[in-house]
């Protein structure tokens, strides 16, 4: 639940600040800018797509780990809707360049955290932080920065199919390059640092039963 709250938190703040966020989520924004379709509902979509995808990475079907991640996506986009229209209210968007530069990168070490933190309770996560788990143990012998890399083509496909019908590019700056460059980092760190007895229990045959 931390991780959860965390990841919608830190989403919606790099939403807010509009310097740029997480790659997925900037894909995310550059849809709702073609489609009119509301951003949480874009991250849903997205998100249940990444669920079928780890079925297949997962090279067999498990059940309980698509429902659970489909419930988690379902809040998440919930939440970073609320956070997002928050942070709006109490005026993120209209301080300084710098300020919010700084929040939007912030926004993507709150969420790199979150990540860490579920990825290694391993009950219930993000399908596409499952995603990058499964690459990360299965395929890529446990580096967390390659598999963060990899999982970036996707979103970037996405905008820029989304850039030659719009012609403009959302939710791209600062915070983006930012991700691109430290989320596999930020995670390891994590990984270390905050709740460092908090292990890695990964199962391609499971989510954790606790």
């Known amino acids: ?47 249940v797509l990444n669920a079928l995808t780890n079925q297949v990475l997962l090279k067999h079907w498990d059940t309980r780990r698509f429902i659970g991640q489909v419930f988690y996506v379902m809040f998440f986009s919930y939440f970073v809707d609320i956070f997002t229209d928050l942070l709006t209210s109490i005026g993120v968007p209209r301080l300084p360049i710098v300020a919010r530069g ?20 391993n009950i219930v996560m993000h399908p596409n932080d499952d995603t990058t788990n499964i690459l990360r143990f299965d395929y890529l012998k446990g580096n967390a920065t390659a598999s963060q890399l990899i999982d970036f083509v996707p979103p970037i496909i996405i905008i820029i199919i989304t850039f030659i019908f719009t012609h403009n590019i959302y ?22 640092l905050i709740w460092s007895h908090l292990k890695h229990n990964f199962s391609s045959t499971g989510i954790n039963n606790g």
């Open 1 to 47: 639940m931390i991780g959860l709250v965390l990841n919608a938190f830190g989403n919606g703040l790099c939403i807010a600040a509009n310097m740029g966020s997480g790659i997925w989520t900037a894909a995310a924004v550059n849809m709702n800018m073609w489609f009119g379709v509301d951003t949480g509902l874009l991250l849903f979509i997205v998100g």
């Open 171 to 192: 939710s791209i700056n600062i915070a983006t390059v930012f991700s691109l460059v430290l989320n596999g980092v930020l995670i390891a760190w994590s990984d270390k």
């Open 102 to 121: 700084f929040l939007s990168c912030l926004g993507v070490v709150i969420f790199c955290i979150a990540i860490s933190l579920y990825q290694r309770a």
